[in-house]
C-alpha cells in the first residue's frame, strides 16, 4: 500500500513535468475530500479508495453496447452520475494547459470531421487505417505514466482510478476522449515523422488514421510495416477488416463518413444523401430532427476548414 497522500501538498512546480508553462496547483488531501463530501460522500472515502486501490463501492460504471456503423458492436462504460461530474472537475483543472499533436483533430473545441477529410482532399493517393479497440486498447499504465508526468505519485494513481476501468480507458467517460489524444501525442509526432519522411502527410480523427500523397508515387514498400510497428510500440493494432486501405483519386475514397471527390472536393456519401431525400419525404418530428443533423453535418463538410496557425 502506498502513503496516503504524503505529498498532495505539494505544487505541480515542485515535481516533474512533461511539458513546460503554467499549472493548476496539485489538489490537497482536503481538496479532495471537499470534492467527495460535495458529492454526498462518506469522509471516510477518499482514504478508503486509496487503501483499496479501487473506487468500489463509490462509483460505478453502467456498461451497455450500441449498435456500429459495421454492423458489430461496441461497448460503452457510462460512469455514475458522481464519478461523471468529478471526472469534468479534472478536465477543468488539469486538461486547459495541455494541447494534443496537431495531427489529432478529434475531440478539439473548433475542430471536427472535416478537418481530418479537407487535410487530404486533391491527393492522389489516399490510405486509410483503423486502429482496433482504441479506447479499450489504451491501457491504464499508460493513463498513470502520463499523470506521473505532471502529479506527484499519489495523486497520479488516484486519478489514474478516476479515469480508467478494469484497466483500460472506458469509452463513455467525459475524460476518455481528451487522454486518448494527450497520451498519443508522441505517437502522433512518429507518424507524422514517417508520413513527412515519405512525403505524405497525416491526420488522426480518434481511431481514423490517414495518409495521403500529393502525387501518384505513393508509399514506400515498407510504410504500413513501419506504421503498424509504431502503433504497436503504444500498444495499437489494424483492424483486421478496416485496416490498410490503399486509394486512388479516382475512386472517390470515404474518409470518417465523408466521399473526397475527383474534383478535389469533399461530399456525403450517396447512402447518407438518400436517407436524407427519405427523410424529407416523412413529415414525422423524429424524422425532422435527424434531418435537420444531416443537414447540419453536410453544411460542416461542404467546406474546407481555414488552417489554424
Known amino acids: 500500500m502506498w502513503p496516503i497522500f504524503t505529498s498532495l501538498r505539494r505544487t505541480l512546480t515542485g515535481g516533474r513535468s512533461g511539458r513546460t508553462g503554467d499549472r493548476p496547483p496539485v489538489s490537497s488531501e482536503a481538496d479532495w475530500a471537499e470534492r467527495f463530501a460535495r458529492l454526498g460522500l462518506p469522509p471516510e472515502t ?19 453496447h450500441k449498435p456500429k456503423r459495421d454492423g458489430g458492436r461496441r461497448e460503452i462504460a457510462e460512469p455514475s452520475p458522481r464519478l461523471k461530474r468529478l471526472q469534468r472537475e ?24 472535416a478537418d481530418h477529410v479537407w487535410a487530404h482532399a486533391g491527393a492522389e493517393i489516399v490510405i486509410t487505417a483503423d486502429i482496433r479497440d482504441f479506447f479499450p ?22 486519478l489514474t482510478l478516476l479515469t480508467t476501468d478494469c484497466g483500460e480507458l472506458p469509452q463513455g467517460a467525459p475524460t476518455s476522449p481528451g487522454l486518448s489524444n494527450f497520451l498519443n501525442t508522441e505517437m502522433d509526432a512518429k507518424l507524422t515523422r514517417r508520413a513527412t519522411g515519405a512525403c505524405a502527410r497525416y491526420t488522426r480523427y480518434c481511431d481514423d488514421l490517414a495518409f495521403s500523397w500529393p502525387t501518384g508515387f505513393g508509399p514506400p514498400s515498407d510504410f504500413e510495416r513501419g506504421v503498424r510497428a509504431t502503433l504497436h510500440e503504444f500498444g495499437y493494432e489494424l483492424h483486421p477488416k478496416k485496416g490498410w486501405h490503399v486509394h486512388r483519386r479516382g475512386d472517390e475514397p470515404e474518409v470518417t463518413g465523408a466521399v473526397l471527390t475527383r474534383s478535389g472536393g469533399v461530399r456525403l456519401p450517396a447512402r447518407i444523401r438518400q436517407m436524407m431525400r427519405a427523410l424529407a419525404r416523412r413529415a414525422t418530428s423524429a424524422d425532422t ?10 453544411a460542416m463538410i461542404a467546406t474546407r476548414p481555414r488552417r489554424r496557425g
Not at 491504464?140 to 508526468?149: G, H, I, K, N, S
Not at 430532427?289 to 453536410?298: I, P, T
Open 46 to 64: 477518499l482514504r478508503n479508495i486509496i487503501a483499496a486501490d479501487s473506487l468500489h463501492p463509490y462509483f460505478r460504471y453502467r456498461r451497455f
Open 90 to 113: 479534472i478536465i477543468t483543472q488539469y486538461f486547459a494547459t495541455e494541447q494534443p499533436h496537431p495531427a489529432a483533430v478529434a475531440y478539439q473545441r473548433g475542430k471536427s470531421t
Open 137 to 158: 486498447s489504451t491501457r491504464a499504465d499508460r493513463v498513470e505514466m502520463w499523470w506521473r508526468e505532471r502529479v506527484d505519485s499519489e495523486t497520479a494513481r488516484l
Open 289 to 298: 430532427e435527424r434531418l435537420k443533423g444531416y443537414r447540419g453535418y453536410a
